[in-house]
């Protein structure tokens, strides 16, 4: 069985990480949705609500599970048993980043593979910090992430 971590803040999550999750899920068996924190830095929303909002995000795909995690990405994976990290790529900007990253995180622990997926083009100019920035402006933000993270950032609850 090849479990991949899909590691992120997801602070929101977005369509495009959706779109990667959905993609990553029909290449391997288990994919894991790790939502990184750090106890010491308080995030747009907390922890405990986007892991959440992705569990009602991602409730229709059988082969996924939402984490949440501290520390280093590679020692989760280790603990978790994947084999593979999961990254999308929306920009040629992503791709340096993400190339230093993999990199890093093989030289941490050289039995992790990195995948990255491109997002489709209808999601590349979505990020976590643009859906934020519009919702703090009370923009619109319905098309860019899924229904429930709307509902919930437009004043809903669980």
Known sequence: MTIAIYPGSFDPITNGHIDILKSGAEIFDKVIIAVSYNINKQGFLPVDIRVKLIEEAVKNIP??????????????????????????????????????????????YNDIKTVFLITKPEYNFISSSCVREILVNKGDISNFVPQAVAEYLNGGTF
């Open 63 to 108: 082969n996924v599970e939402v984490d949440k995690f501290e520390g280093l990405t590679v020692e989760y994976a280790k603990k978790r048993g994947a084999s593979v990290l999961l990254r999308g790529l929306r920009t040629s900007f992503d791709f340096e980043y993400e190339l230093q990253l993999s990199q890093t995180n093989h030289s941490l």
